[in-house]
């Protein structure tokens, strides 16, 4: 075997697993989703999960990769490897939008809207900033996703959390605002450990290389990075609402670590681990604070995904004019200004469409009743919901 081709077959089986571990992040949004909703929306929140990785596999193969990349020529390893790499980001980026939109949007309306982000909306981001296209031309930097996946992703949730409303009981008449806890928190705690295992394949597999010493240290210190922001993510989301509410508020030190995962993918690589620390600690911060703003405009995510992906990434993008050489506060600005105009705008034609002609959203007595009975057919949590009704 040549050098050349025990590179080719290093960097290949270094995508493959990096995927795969993508992949697995699906099982960590199945569970923290599980485990922030209420019993009687737990079984709809897996079909959704399981359908939309599934829908958006098919649909990338079919339509996106190909508006993404066209018929670029990959020499340096299998070119069915980066298919499959970048197929399961595509699942990423529509898993965000399950959560916001959780417990009270038609599932075949949501399978809609997965088929064409999919498809179109996400693409042609991709295409802007990974394919060449003029985000990419004009120096943006986002390496792993903080804008191209995550803020994308978000865009489109809120878009869709508008046109939907909030769920029944959320807010009442006087402005109050009524929590509505999640049934099942070892479920969203396991979520949660599950994606930030995921996410070191998600930004360690997009250096798409690790045949050579230089590569293979860059590798490490993305891991490391990576690990480090999700760290002090949790750290700080945990002080600040130690400090505001006297209380070790899981759900906020859960979203904390994923707001810290979100920051870093904008450059992972570039980034020191002082400074990983520092981006981690100030997106924790900035996600619990996000997260209680929204609420008061009575902008309703279950799950506070629009926070953790839209605003952390957000924030990423504009770190990354701190810590590369390579980027600009102003560039990075404007490339994220475009991402968030383009899939903001186009899901919001989409999902208006969608209500007019068919109707988004459950009908009160379906939302009453829960989305497992009115959409599946199939309680999560049969035993116990009878036990509650004898």
């Known amino acids: 075997m040549t050098i050349t081709e025990l590179s080719y077959a290093l960097d290949t089986l270094f995508i493959l697993l990096s995927a795969a571990l993508v992949m697995w992040m699906a099982a960590g949004f199945s569970m923290l989703e599980a485990g922030l909703v209420r019993t009687k929306n737990t079984t709809e929140i897996l079909v959704k999960n399981i359908l939309l990785y599934a ?13 993404m990349y066209g018929h670029a020529a ?78 994308a992703g978000a865009s489109a949730a809120l878009a869709g959390v508008i046109i939907l409303g909030p769920r029944k009981g959320k807010y009442g008449h006087s402005g109050a605002i009524y929590p509505i806890p999640g049934a099942n928190m070892p479920l969203a705690a396991l979520g949660t450990l599950i994606l930030w295992f995921g996410w070191l394949g998600f930004n360690g597999g997009s250096l798409l290389s690790i045949h050579s010493v230089e590569n293979a240290d860059t590798v490490a210190v993305i891991f490391l990075n990576t690990n480090l922001s999700a760290a002090s993510g949790a750290v700080c989301a945990f002080i600040v609402t130690r400090l505001v509410w006297r209380k070790a508020d899981l759900t906020m030190i859960l979203n904390g670590v994923l707001a810290g995962l979100v920051a870093i993918t904008a450059e992972p690589a570039a980034a020191t681990p002082i400074s990983s620390v520092l ?88 939302e009453y009743i829960g989305a497992d009975i009115s959409e599946c057919g199939v309680e999560a949590y049969p035993e116990f919901v009878a036990s509650k009704t004898r």
């Open 279 to 366: 981006i981690g600690g100030g997106a924790g911060v900035i996600v619990v604070i996000a997260i209680v703003l929204l609420d008061r405009i009575k902008i309703d995510d279950p799950v506070g995904a629009i926070s953790v992906h839209g605003i952390a990434g957000f924030y990423g993008l504009l770190c990354v004019g701190f810590t590369s050489a390579s980027a600009t506060f102003s560039t990075q600005l404007l490339g994220a200004a475009t991402i968030f105009i383009w899939v903001f705008i186009s899901s919001l034609v989409l999902w208006s469409f969608l209500a007019k002609a068919f109707g988004i959203r459950l009908s009160m007595e379906h």
């Open 55 to 67: 829908l958006a596999c098919l649909c990338y193969f079919f339509f996106g990769y190909h508006l």
């Open 74 to 151: 990959i020499t340096d390893y299998s070119p069915n490897a980066y298919l499959f790499f970048q197929m399961v980001f595509v699942a990423t980026a529509m898993s965000i939008v399950s959560g916001a939109v959780a417990e009270r949007m038609k599932l075949s309306m949501f399978l809609v809207f997965t088929v064409v982000m999919t498809s179109v909306i996400y693409p042609l981001v991709g295409n802007w900033t990974w394919g060449g296209g003029f985000l990419s031309a004009m120096g943006f930097v986002d390496f792993a996703g903080s804008g191209v996946v995550h803020m």
